[in-house]
């Protein structure tokens, strides 16, 4: 289905509300955190998009939405919808339910509908935040989402999130961070090659998509530190 730009325009709109919230975020996060962002302009301003990032710290999905200028869609677990003040935040917020682990039919239908539609989806390659702040090796799903789907996919990744809000600790402390988005990706030759081969190469497919896509995010380095 192709959708016409006013739609694509609806979909990346952002409600009063969102934008308030981002715009509280993005200057505390600014203050407290010393917030640098580099590559923003990757990022397509309308259409669909998976925003493919390194999880380090509770901070990356607030972080990568305060700092973009159209309405980004997480993934969130379905029992986190039924909270009575955090399921009516997430839900105004356009968040996706998912199982625990983000898999499961349902789970995939819903990230590919909004994409249809035109959203921009944050996706975490690695399946949950890394125990160490090291990238992790991603797993096959985001493989699968991204052949199944014709967005572009753009590379993220957060430095310093883990030392400010990591696993270890218990309060967000004042570390710097920085947000560095990357040239989107295309996948065209690996989704036509999907369409016909067997079932044994589709998940080899799957998985170099993963890994092409965490080698990526890898790469990315903040602008100080490139070629150090």
């Known amino acids: ?65 305060c700092v ?58 690695e399946g949950t935040r890394s125990a160490d702040g090291q990238i992790m090796p991603a797993r096959a799903g985001i493989g699968l989402t991204v052949i199944k789907s014709t967005a572009p996919v753009v590379p993220v990744r957060i430095v310093g999130a883990f030392e400010a809000w990591g696993r270890h600790h218990r309060f967000p402390r004042p570390r710097p961070i920085t947000l560095i988005f990357g040239a989107p990706l295309s996948f065209e030759a690996l989704r036509a090659e999907a369409a016909t081969c067997d079932k044994a190469r589709l998940k080899e497919i799957y998985q170099q998509v993963a890994d092409e896509i965490m080698e990526a995010i890898r790469n990315l380095e903040p602008a100080g530190r490139k070629g150090s």
């Open 1 to 65: 289905m192709n959708l016409a730009e006013s739609d694509l325009v609806a979909a990346a709109r952002r409600p009063f509300h969102y934008r308030l919230y981002s715009w509280i975020f993005r200057n505390l996060s600014r203050i407290y955190f010393r917030l640098r962002v580099e590559g923003r302009e990757h990022v397509p301003r309308i259409g669909p998009a998976v925003l493919a990032s390194n999880h380090i710290s509770f901070l990356d999905p607030p972080l990568i939405g």
């Open 68 to 125: 973009l200028e159209r309405s980004i869609h997480f993934l969130a677990r379905k029992s986190l919808f039924s909270a009575p003040v955090l399921g009516a935040l997430i839900r105004s917020l356009r968040a996706v339910p998912v199982d625990r682990d983000g898999g499961g039919g349902a789970g995939l239908k819903a990230i590919l509908d909004r994409l249809a539609d035109g959203a921009a989806i944050v996706l975490f390659p």
